[in-house]
Nanobody, 122 residues
Framework: QVQPVESGGGSVQAGGSLRLSCVTSGYPYCQYAMAWYRQAPGKEREFLAMIYKLGSTRYADSVKDRFTISQDNMKNTVYLQMNSLKPEDTSMYYC????????????????WGQGTQVTVSS
């Protein structure tokens, strides 16, 4: 299983929180970062957050005050803690592996997960 597998989506009321998880099999021959994106129907896929192996992070301005990305390297798992959720956060959330030095084992396009749905009601 090379693709990431997301979980943790669901339905929540506005103001609530969810924590998404993304599990990978690990990529021992690659240097990579993990990222979260989302895509709502009729909209482009939107970058949310990224975390590098050594822990540095970056965020989209739209979520940096409410979302936190973290990782457990022993479990090959990345998390996205989402607080103060709003109806406009309703979307399909995707995890992506980005390989920093592409080669035959570490494809340039990375790997996308299948997504997990988050629905926020007002």
């Amino acid at each position: 299983q090379v693709q990431p597998v997301e979980s943790g989506g669901g339905s929540v009321q506005a103001g609530g929180s969810l924590r998404l998880s993304c599990v990978t099999s690990g990529y021992p021959y690659c240097q990579y970062a993990m990222a979260w994106y989302r895509q709502a129907p009729g909209k482009e896929r939107e970058f949310l957050a990224m975390i590098y192996k050594l822990g540095s992070t970056r965020y989209a301005d739209s979520v940096k005050d409410r979302f936190t990305i973290s990782q457990d390297n022993m479990k090959n798992t990345v998390y996205l803690q989402m607080n103060s959720l709003k109806p406009e956060d309703t979307s399909m959330y995707y995890c992506k592996t980005d390989f920093l030095y592409p080669n035959d084992r570490c494809p340039r396009d990375g790997y996308w997960g299948q997504g997990t749905q988050v629905t926020v009601s007002s």
